[in-house]
């Protein structure tokens, strides 16, 4: 089955920028997007990217897809600390019906002041 | 603003309970879905619903049912509590059509003891 993969945790200094990658395995995801989740809420979504798109920006987001080595990632520029989050990837399959999104593990992003 | 809302922020039953988790959505999305959170698991499918009175099993149906007898609630049933049931349960909603990604509710944390 599909398969997406994320690093559990991430730290980094506020004012500095933030990469979070994440790699997924089902070769036909039309979309793929990048979840935010404060603590005791549920998932925002933050952005999302079509399979034929290599980047996306959106102010301080940057969504970069690599489709050939299945790889996603999400820079946020300008890290604060209202950006303390987990953020998660998610895709979705090609096939008309098969619409359930598949996450990863979440990334958990912690800003050092 | 379009909402996703569940019953119960937070949730204690015991062991062997029959517990009932709704979720009500007022946008009139066909698509609604459960899923279970659990640190370093990320999210879950337990089942999911096209329209009225359809449901299919996610990735881990085991112990769960559902119900969506109208459009806007889907209700997720523990017919017998375990405590590895214990975990964040997150309802969301989709319009039909893979662009637009979910809308989640806040979440429900239960706890079996």
């Known amino acids: 089955g599909e398969d997406v993969e994320q690093s559990l945790f991430l730290s980094v200094r506020e004012g500095d920028s933030s990469v979070i990658n994440c790699t997924y395995t089902d070769s036909s995801s039309t979309y793929l997007y990048w979840y935010k989740q404060e603590p005791g809420a549920g998932l925002q979504l933050l952005t999302y990217i079509f399979s034929n798109m290599d980047m996306k920006q959106d102010q301080r987001l940057t969504v970069l897809l690599n489709k050939k080595d299945k790889h996603l990632s999400l820079r946020i520029a300008d890290t604060q600390t209202g950006d303390s989050a987990i953020y998660f990837c998610a895709e979705t399959g090609a096939n008309f019906g098969n619409e359930k999104l598949t996450f990863g593990t979440g990334t958990r992003l912690t800003i050092i002041p | 603003d379009v909402k996703v809302t569940q019953s119960s922020r937070y949730l204690v039953k015991r062991t062997g309970e029959k517990v009932f988790l709704e979720c009500v959505q007022d946008m009139d999305h066909e698509n609604m879905f459960w899923y279970r959170q659990d640190p370093g698991l990320g999210l879950r499918l337990i089942y999911f619903?096209?329209?009225?009175?359809?449901?299919e099993k996610g990735d881990i149906p085991e112990g769960y049912s559902v119900s969506r007898e109208k459009k806007e609630r889907f209700s997720l049933i523990l017919e017998s509590a375990s405590t590895n049931q214990t975990s964040m349960y997150l309802c969301?909603?989709?319009?039909?059509?893979?662009?637009?990604?979910?809308?989640f509710g806040s979440g429900t944390r239960l706890t079996v003891v």
């Open positions: 619903s096209y329209d009225v009175k359809m449901k």
């Open positions: 969301a909603s989709r319009l039909q059509g893979v662009s637009y990604g979910y809308t």
